[in-house]
């Protein structure tokens, strides 16, 4: 920082921005050839391409908001208001698909039986596995939040341990949610209703995926002492994050597991 006059942060020369345009495109092309050959050696490819970068360029972050200092208060706030940005984009995101339920569920079509849910289709029991799911869920946002209010008061030991809670409870809703769906009586092949249900479910647990692997990162950025009482801001954006993952699943459940059943 002695070298610079202001508090900013410019951007050092970085390959990752190139591989993972590449990576992109490979991943894109493998899945057409996926589609057409049944071929997925490109797709893999791609994937491997992606994940390195990923691993790289995050690496990179990590070390410039840790040991070069590069994370000043200024460039603190920028970050903040492009994860809450970020977050407002996810949330809209996820409102194509409730749009896309309640349009066909306020007025079912004559081609589904005029009724909903669709006539033939066998729906889940919202007090079965989508209620435990959704407890599980609540129970890991108050156990992130006691992990952001101990790394607040310099708790390392409890920060660790709700920490952990957070990603084990975040890996067993996964593994709910893949038995819910091995034991599916109805695909997303199954009219307008499969289709809105796998597909709000489906990327929402993406989401749950994309977040534990978020609270992972910090796990281990956390045992190796990156954070401290007043500069963790990758933590404070994963909790966001978390937080975000669970109230969407709150909507989802009250409105296609609950009501829409």
């Given at each position: 920082?002695s070298t610079?006059?202001?508090?900013?942060?410019?951007?050092d020369?970085?390959?990752?921005?190139?591989?993972?345009?590449?990576?992109?495109?490979?991943?894109?092309?493998?899945?057409?050839?996926?589609f057409?050959n049944?071929?997925?050696?490109?797709?893999?490819?791609?994937?491997?391409?992606?994940?390195?970068?990923?691993?790289?360029w995050?690496?990179d972050?990590?070390?410039?908001?840790?040991f070069?200092?590069?994370?000043t208060?200024y460039?603190?706030k920028?970050?903040?208001?492009?994860?809450?940005l970020?977050?407002?984009?996810?949330?809209?995101?996820?409102?194509?698909?409730?749009w896309?339920?309640f349009?066909?569920s306020?007025?079912?079509?004559?081609?589904?039986g005029?009724?909903w849910?669709?006539?033939?289709?066998?729906p889940?029991?919202?007090?079965?596995?989508?209620?435990l799911?959704?407890?599980i869920?609540?129970?890991?946002?108050v156990?992130?939040?006691?992990?952001?209010?101990?790394?607040?008061e310099?708790?390392?030991?409890?920060?660790k341990?709700?920490?952990?809670l957070?990603?084990?409870?975040?890996?067993?809703?996964?593994?709910?949610?893949?038995?819910?769906?091995?034991?599916?009586?109805f695909?997303?092949?199954?009219?307008?209703?499969?289709?809105?249900?796998?597909?709000?479910t489906?990327?929402h647990?993406?989401?749950?995926?994309?977040?534990?692997?978020?609270?992972?990162?910090?796990?281990?950025?956390h045992?190796?002492?990156?954070?401290?009482?007043?500069?963790?801001?990758?933590?404070?954006?994963?909790a966001?994050?978390?937080?975000?993952?669970?109230?969407?699943?709150?909507?989802?459940?009250?409105?296609?597991?609950?009501?829409?059943?």
């Amino acid at each position: 920082m002695s070298t610079y006059n202001h508090p900013y942060h410019l951007v050092d020369y970085s390959p990752w921005p190139l591989t993972g345009a590449i990576g992109t495109m490979t991943l894109v092309t493998g899945m057409i050839k996926w589609f057409h050959n049944f071929n997925f050696n490109l797709l893999i490819l791609g994937y491997l391409i992606i994940i390195l970068t990923m691993y790289q360029w995050w690496r990179d972050i990590c070390r410039e908001g840790t040991f070069q200092g590069k994370h000043t208060t200024y460039v603190l706030k920028g970050l903040r208001w492009g994860m809450i940005l970020f977050i407002i984009s996810e949330i809209f995101f996820f409102i194509s698909f409730f749009w896309a339920f309640f349009h066909s569920s306020l007025s079912p079509n004559i081609d589904i039986g005029s009724s909903w849910p669709p006539s033939n289709i066998l729906p889940f029991n919202p007090f079965q596995i989508p209620l435990l799911n959704t407890i599980i869920l609540i129970t890991s946002g108050v156990t992130v939040t006691w992990a952001h209010h101990s790394l607040m008061e310099n708790n390392f030991s409890q920060t660790k341990q709700s920490l952990l809670l957070t990603i084990l409870l975040g890996i067993y809703f996964t593994i709910l949610q893949a038995y819910e769906y091995y034991e599916a009586p109805f695909t997303i092949a199954d009219s307008i209703y499969g289709s809105t249900f796998f597909m709000a479910t489906g990327f929402h647990g993406l989401h749950v995926i994309i977040g534990t692997i978020f609270l992972i990162t910090c796990f281990f950025r956390h045992l190796k002492n990156h954070f401290s009482s007043n500069h963790h801001f990758g933590f404070e954006a994963a909790a966001w994050y978390w937080h975000f993952v669970d109230v969407v699943w709150l909507f989802l459940y009250i409105s296609i597991y609950w009501w829409g059943n």
